[in-house]
Each structure stands twice: as C-alpha cells, then as structure tokens.
C-alpha cells in the first residue's frame, strides 16, 4: 500500500506557531488511515498462513471493526467479530457501524461486558476455534508487531522539519510506530482517548526512544465520552479548515493541540504536525447518541 499522503497547513497560531495535519484520513472514506496500516501487513501473514478467517473484537461504534469487515471481503477472509454488548444484538440495524460490518460479511458474536472480559483467556479462545474453526486472531484495536510495523510508514522523510508530532491514542499501537520512525530531535505527544495509566508501559514495549509523551489532559471522561464543547470545537474547526474530526479520537487531540498553543507549551516558532488518523466511520452513530443526549451534533457538511 504505497500512499503519498498531504500535509495540509492548516495555520499560524500564538507564538507563530505553525500547524499543519497529515491527512491519513484521505486513505479511504469509511476506513480510518491507522486502522488500514495496522492491518496491512496481518492481512499479507494470514494469507501466507492460509487462513479462511480474520477474528477481532470491538464496541459498538467501532473503527477497528468496519475496517476489518471491509479489508476481510476485500482481500477474500470471513470475518468475526466479537462485539462487547449484548443488548446490540437486535440493535444491528440502528447501528451504523455494525450495519456497515454486516453487509461486509461480518459473523457477530454479542457478549456481555463480563463475558466480553475473558477475551485475553486462552480457554475463551479456545471456545471461539470450536465453534468457528480455524482463524486469524487480531487482538481488539488490531494492536500487534505486525501493526506497528504499518505505523512506521506513517512518518516520511519529508516530515523531518516538524519539530513536534502530534497523535491520538487508543492502545498504543500507532504512536508506536510513528515514535519509531521519528527523529530524536522531534517531540511526539500523544493523546490518549481514554482514562487509564496503563498506556505509558504498553507503548514500552514497542519503542525504545524516549523522545515522547502523553497528555492525559484531554479525554474528556473517557472512552467515547462527548460533551458540547468538544463538538463545538469540532465544529468550528470544520467550518474554518473544512478537516472533519471525529468525537472520539481526532477531535480530542486537535482540542487538546489548540489549548496547549494557547497555554505556550510548544516552544515559539515550532512547527507542529498533527496525524488525522481518521476515524469518521463513527460519527453517524455517534450523532445519533447525540440526538437521544440533546446535545449538539457534529456537522458533516457546510
Ligand atoms: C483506533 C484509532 C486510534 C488509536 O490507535 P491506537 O493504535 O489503538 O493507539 C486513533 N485514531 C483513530 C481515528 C482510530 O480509529
């Protein structure tokens, strides 16, 4: 997957501060940009390994889920996905995500959160080969080797000058392997999309450069979690750049990028580049969730 993907200028800030966004979004219109590369090459070691199947497991507004029902009909796998909630299971129509996996081929399994627990367990694996058979496991968020090894082509030579990379954060996987191709001269802050202090250790285990950080300042809550100043924010970023932002993960970072400018925590003069990961399968669920809140939706077009 050979892609020349656009940094777009987006403006000069306090501080004359410059921000730009690499626009990993453009990848595919349903297919969030990390989600395809931290596939990638799964996809290329089971074909080699001739599975007939690709297993993964995900909530129900799930990116990871859409992009491995769509690359499984693509590139000709059965896919299963185990879906946390089992009061999903006779919503599938008002879900547009699910829907969208289901006429991809997706095969549902609905589980309890209790159940939904046992995923890391070798006999709640086991349960799963009998009923289905043989299959590819790709652990919930796609998050491998083989997945980091995607996200080290997301930096180019060309993203040398930026002195800070900034990205989203869901289980580590991507700024893994944006921290891996950076240079040690570069800054990378991650925004973490959900509470927890775990993530630090996880994305150990895949660098050894200690030219990054997380901010746990902008997760709103947590997982998924959406107030009506974040979606104004969202909002007004779109009308201005014509960037869609999605509430779970892109919006965060961008909001969290915005008021560390204005609070001087980037050194005066720096160029910042902000990875738009993608993301915006979501955000038709999600609207309707905002709708039953009375909150504010997300506008998708001016
Ligand atoms: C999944 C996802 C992330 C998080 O990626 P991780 O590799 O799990 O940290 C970031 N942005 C978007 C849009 C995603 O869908």
Redesign the pocket.
Known sequence: MERIIQNQFIGTFKNNIQLFIKREDLIHPFI?G??YR?LQYNLSKAKEENHAALLTFGGAYS??IAAVAYVGKKYGFQTIGVIRGEELLSKINENPTLTFAQQNGMQFVFESREEYRNRHEMEYIENLRQKFGAFYLIPE?G?NDLAVKGCKEILTENDAEFDYICC????????SGIIYSSHVNQRIIGFPSLKGDFLNGEIQKWVTKDNWELNNAYHFGGYAKINSELIEFMNDFFVQTSVLL?PV??GKMMYGIYDLIEKEFFTANSKILAIH???LQGIEGLNQKLEKLKLPKIITNV
């Open positions: 969030s990390n989600k931290k990116n990871h968020g998050t989203c954060v869901g289980t580590g996987g991507t700024i999605d993960y892109t990961s993608g993301g």
